[in-house]
């Protein structure tokens, strides 16, 4: 299994754990714009490499990692190559930024494509600035492999492998060939924490960066999220004190008051 080829799929987003007064909705742009929050790697994604890099140990592997968007963090994503990750690559361009689901599985898949040929392929459940949880699958069918969703752990055998993967209740066990496509729950755990030695000799390592023209990409069929409408919400809080002389009383005229404002 020595052999084996591991592709990583991470986005860079604003920090999730940043506190909601530093994100400033622009309802005019249509814009969620954060202040004086750090980019980092969607966390998610970060549950897909450390399932990767958990592969790796075990059984032997060669991991990539995939980032697609605009302006990309070198610094922040470099943190791929502190944990264990073997090589970064980039796709990056003007034209990659705000793109809709779609559009950045296929920028995603012109990636893999120039890159050549992986035996498994890693991605996060969903990212935590959109929560849309489709870039992973829509990956997989214009890759033509098939995909497991909310994978968590990963056995290799004879044949393939088997996964173990989340559903309500409990989880289930399911086996497949590769190459193959996997959506990692958040089950797996946080990614590992790297030393400042490691994160030094990351930041002597190459970073390989693709641009639009590189991959052949006709701008013109790169959709950008089409946002209707977007808004502070608005909270209302009323508070009603329901009289009554007994217990029994005040519950009746609860219900009455409950019924009157068509909850019950």
């Not at 450390?50 to 059984?59: F, I, N, P, T």
């Not at 073997?86 to 809709?100: A, M, T």
């Not at 035996?119 to 929560?131: K, P, V």
């Not at 990692?184 to 924490?193: D, I, N, Q, T």
Request: net charge neutral; with cysteine; hydrophobic share 45%.
């Amino acid at each position: 299994m020595s052999g084996l080829r591991i592709l990583v799929c991470a986005k860079q987003v604003p920090d999730p754990e940043g506190p909601p007064s530093s994100f400033v909705i622009d309802a005019m742009s249509k814009r969620v714009i954060p202040s004086g929050i750090p980019p980092v790697i969607n966390p998610f994604d970060e549950n897909a490499l450390e399932l990767a890099l958990r592969v790796k140990e075990r059984y032997g592997a060669r991991i990539t990692v995939l980032s697609a968007g605009s302006g990309l963090s070198r610094t922040v994503l470099r943190k791929v190559l502190a944990v264990g990750a073997d090589e970064l690559v980039l796709l990056e361009d003007p034209e990659f930024s705000d793109l809709d689901s779609p559009s950045t599985a296929s920028v995603l898949a012109a990636g893999i494509r120039k890159l050549g040929r992986f035996d498994l392929f890693l991605a996060g459940r969903q990212a935590s600035d959109t929560n849309a949880g489709q870039v992973g699958i829509l990956l997989a069918e214009m890759l033509r492999v098939p995909c497991i969703n909310l994978a968590f752990e990963l056995t290799m055998e004879e044949d393939g492998v088997r996964i173990k993967r989340v559903v309500e209740g409990g989880f289930e066990e399911v086996r497949a060939k590769l190459p193959l496509l996997l959506t990692v729950s958040s089950e797996v755990g946080k990614l590992r924490a790297m030393t400042l030695k490691q994160m030094r000799e990351a930041m002597s390592k190459p970073i390989h960066v693709m641009s639009r023209e590189e991959l052949g990409l006709d701008p013109s069929k790169l959709r950008k999220t089409n946002i209707l409408e977007l808004s502070v919400p608005r909270w209302e809080r009323k508070c009603v004190l329901i009289e009554g002389g007994t217990p029994e009383e005040a519950g009746a005229n609860l219900a009455l008051r409950l019924r009157a404002d068509k909850v019950l």
